[in-house]
């Protein structure tokens, strides 16, 4: 018997931000940061606030792609003692919760293929993560990881930039699926003041190539980058401000913070449909 692939939940969240005409906000949050369980009452306060979908990122030592706070927040997961298996884990605990938003995993390759690709794509169908995000792992590369996501009905998400040329692009609309994540600019991630002046030009030439949803990231961290970002995307990821707020909180404050920054994030938004 042939296994029934189920509509994926990440198209479905973009379709129902696309008909209210709304950008989705994604947080990024570190799995087991701040302290090893803090992820199962973080996520649902996100939630809360009014997140359309979670990136959950695997701890990793050698985050190439993450500036000084998702490092930082990434050596204490692992201190934590945070694993693969705990990720996944953690995935399924959040869902039995009651949490019903898109999950995505982001993590490097090196531990994904330690743990074993087909037994990890698999868990995360049978857990209900929707997606993948593996920064290290080009398109041109991708082709097992790639099969499993779509044997096992999973999204396999990738990473443009505006250093992205044509050629990649078209690979990447021929391995892509749920959305892409468009890097704003050159670098690692952070927080920064204001949008690069060339996110319109970039986010531009991506929709020619591609036809998914777009989300941009890195530097997302105030309500004024969400609302310029609403006329470029269909959302926005938020990692390093987040993390960076959840770290200033007490201990017993980090779900509340988490949650009211996201409605902070959101101001402009429910400011605009009264």
Do not use: K
């Not at 509509?7 to 087991?32: D, K, N």
């Not at 019903?100 to 531990?111: A, Q, R, S």
């Not at 980058?225 to 993390?243: Q, W």
Request: hydrophobic fraction near 45%; charge should be negative; charged fraction near 20%.
């Amino acid at each position: 018997m042939s296994r029934a692939i189920p509509v994926s939940r990440l198209a479905e969240t973009f379709e129902r931000l696309r008909s209210r005409r709304e950008i989705g906000i994604i947080p990024y949050l570190t799995v087991g940061f701040p302290a090893r369980e803090s992820t199962l009452q973080i996520v649902p306060a996100l939630v809360e606030g009014g997140a359309a979908a979670i990136e959950l990122g695997i701890p990793f030592s050698d985050p190439l792609a993450d500036g000084a706070t998702i490092q930082r927040s990434s050596q204490l997961a692992l201190a934590n003692g945070v694993t693969v298996r705990f990720c996944l884990e953690t995935a399924a605990e959040l869902r039995g919760a009651g949490v019903d938003v898109p999950l995505v995993f982001m993590g490097y390759f090196n531990p994904l293929l330690q743990f074993g690709l087909e037994r990890f794509v698999s868990m995360c169908a049978e857990i209900g993560v929707d997606g993948l995000i593996v920064p290290d792992l080009p398109p041109v590369e991708s082709g097992e990881l790639a099969d499993l996501c779509r044997q096992f009905g999973r999204d396999l998400i990738f990473m443009v930039a505006p250093t992205s040329t044509d050629a990649h692009l078209e690979e990447v609309a021929r391995q892509a699926s749920g959305f892409v994540y468009c890097v704003s600019l050159t670098g690692v991630t952070g927080a920064r003041e204001r949008l690069d002046e060339g996110v319109g030009p970039f986010l531009a030439r991506v929709r020619r190539h591609l036809g998914l949803p777009l989300a941009l990231g890195f530097g997302i961290a105030r309500p004024e980058h969400v609302r310029e970002a609403a006329a470029l995307a269909d959302a926005v990821v938020v990692g390093s401000a987040l993390i960076d707020r959840i770290g200033q909180a007490a201990s017993d404050r980090q779900a509340a913070a988490a949650r009211s920054f996201i409605e902070w994030l959101r101001s402009p938004l429910t400011s605009s449909t009264g």
